[in-house]
Structures are given as structure tokens and as C-alpha cells.
């Protein structure tokens, strides 16, 4: 049997954006084996999917765990590999390249210098994540990288207890890029608005996000928080229930946004959409330099416009 093998290591958001190349791949390898290497967060992700037939969970070893690289390379020489597809096209992914002896190497799709299927365009860095795996597969055979088809991805969300129309509230992000963020108390008082017209904020965040999501509640009485009580399964199932959802350029808007709810995603200056937008069938962006000067009513006009055209600001 063939086995083919496919890097993506991580964060949430280009996990996400790679899940299309997963379906091409499983798709053009139907008959063959096919293994992720990936981190312990998303293992599960992939595990359920079914596009893989087994999933390795990266280790991350040092540059001076010298003992872990060679049982990694004597893992990696030992399964056969016939084919690798490098979607995290990283400096470490790259070193595993070179963990295969020379003239042993199987084919290779990414930037490792000297493999035998790269990513040849210079302008590789300057493209949307997407259409850059698309290319990236295209040069290596796999011409049709589609939407990712997410039905399997669904929890049971009956123990939130939400009824009625809801909307999701990301107000998180990452804490060493605090400019990523919308203001908590802006958040604040789009949640007073959308419960006066009878719509409940819902907020989500991971654990360590837990003290920004309680500080709106105690706020804002009537909102909802799961902070830390939410798995990928769980988002994807809230925002296809969901009547819209806001967020900052943080990871679950990626997912949020890929299951299709109608979502408005906030940037400032810290990223740019043009290469790593969420995508989906109803998303809308609004960039500002500052999200501080964002105000409460603009953000208010564009989710009422929720499923609009999507075009950024």
C-alpha cells in the first residue's frame, strides 16, 4: 500500500484553512494510506474527519534533544513513505526533509530545498493561504482543492441551554497581540444591544480567556459565557445555530466562518486579510488601523448586513 504522509502542525486558524488540501488529498489518494502529522490540539479534528488513516501527534523536539530527533528520523525512514505533502512549509518542516537519507527521500510537495515537488513561485508568501495550497497541490498533481465539507464536524450544544436566536461573541485572541483585539467594553455594549432587541450574546474563549469573558458578564447581565467549555465540535455545532457571529482575527472565527455562519471579523493593523482571512460562504471583514477608534454602531450596521457580500472595508 502506498502511504502518504501530510504536515500541518498548527495554529487553529491555519488548521482550518488547510482543511480543503485534507479533502483533496484523501480524495486523490483514495486507495492509499494516508497519515497527519500534527499537534495534540487538532489530533482529535483530524481523527474525526476520516480523511486520514492515522493521525502522529508532533513532538516539537528541541534543537538539543538530540535522542527524540533520531527516533524521529528512524520512525519517519521505517514507515515507507512514498510521498509527502508539506502544508506548514515552515523552517522545522522543512528540517524533517532533510531527516530522510540522501537518495532515500520520497516525493516531496513544499520549499524544502531539493525536493521534488516545490512550491515554485516567488510569490508564494504574498497569497491567501488557500489559493497558496491550492498552487502548492496543483504543481504536485492534485488540481482540485475544494470547499471543505464539514457535516461530520457537530456536537450535541442542549447542555448550553440556549434558546431562541442567539448570537456568538469571540472577544479573545491572542494576549501577546493585544491590538488584535476590539475593546472588552465595546463588546459590552454591542451585547446590551442585541439583548434589548431579544437576541442573546453568546461568548467564547478558551480557559485562558476566561477572565476577559467574565468581566462582560458581570457587565452585562443576560449574557452567556462558555469560556473553556467549548471543543471544535462544539463551535462548529454553535455557529450553525447561530444567527451571526463576531469575533477578532483569532482562530474559532476561522472555524466559525468555515461551517458557514454569517461572520463579521474585525482587523487592525497587526494582520492582514488579504493573507489569511477566514473564508466562508458569508463572511465579512472590517480593518481598521486601530480597533479602539472602531465604533459600536458601525460594527452594529455591518452585522445587520451579516451574509452581505463580504467585501473588506
Known amino acids: 500500500m502506498t502511504r502518504i504522509l501530510v504536515i500541518k502542525l498548527s495554529a487553529l486558524g491555519d488548521v482550518i484553512l488547510a482543511l480543503g488540501p485534507f479533502q483533496a488529498i484523501r480524495r486523490h489518494h483514495a486507495a492509499d494510506h494516508i497519515t497527519l502529522l500534527t499537534t495534540a490540539p487538532y489530533a482529535e479534528l483530524a481523527r474525526t474527519s476520516g480523511w486520514f488513516d492515522e493521525v502522529w501527534t508532533d513532538f516539537r523536539p528541541s534543537l538539543f534533544q538530540i535522542g527524540a530527533w533520531l527516533e524521529f528520523r528512524r520512525r519517519l525512514r521505517a514507515e515507507g513513505i512514498s510521498r509527502v505533502y508539506d502544508l506548514q512549509t515552515s523552517d522545522r518542516s522543512t ?8 537518495g532515500q527521500r520520497p516525493e516531496w510537495s513544499g520549499i524544502a530545498p531539493g ?9 508564494r508568501d504574498r497569497m491567501h493561504t488557500v489559493e497558496r495550497q491550492a498552487e502548492q497541490l496543483a504543481m504536485a498533481g492534485i488540481a482540485d482543492v ?12 442542549a447542555p448550553f441551554v440556549l434558546d431562541g436566536r442567539f448570537v456568538l461573541l469571540v472577544p479573545g485572541g491572542a ?5 488584535k483585539r476590539w475593546p472588552a467594553a465595546a463588546y459590552g455594549e454591542l451585547a446590551r ?16 480567556e476566561r477572565a476577559v469573558l467574565d468581566a462582560l458578564v458581570a457587565e452585562v447581565p443576560g449574557v452567556v459565557s462558555l469560556a473553556g467549555s467549548t471543543g471544535l465540535a462544539e463551535i462548529a455545532a454553535l455557529a450553525r445555530r447561530a444567527e451571526a457571529a463576531l469575533g477578532n482575527d483569532t482562530g474559532p472565527m476561522h472555524l466559525i466562518a468555515a461551517v458557514g455562519c454569517p461572520a463579521l471579523v ?10 489569511s482571512r477566514p473564508r466562508g460562504p458569508a463572511v465579512e471583514l472590517i480593518r481598521v488601523d486601530d480597533l479602539a477608534a472602531l465604533a459600536v454602531d458601525e460594527v452594529e450596521r455591518a452585522m445587520a448586513r451579516r451574509g452581505g457580500s463580504g467585501a473588506e472595508r
Request: glycine share 4%; hydrophobic share 40%; with cysteine.
Open 193 to 208: 444591544r442585541l439583548l434589548a432587541r431579544g437576541v442573546q450574546p453568546v461568548l467564547l474563549g478558551t480557559e485562558t
Open 115 to 123: 525536493c521534488s515537488h516545490p512550491h515554485a513561485n516567488p510569490e
Open 175 to 179: 494576549a501577546h497581540r493585544p491590538a
Open 266 to 275: 474585525l482587523f487592525s493593523s497587526e494582520s492582514d486579510p488579504v493573507l
Open 95 to 102: 528540517a524533517y526533509f532533510r531527516l530522510f537519507a540522501r
Open 146 to 157: 475544494p470547499r471543505p465539507d464539514l457535516a461530520w464536524l457537530d456536537a450535541d450544544i
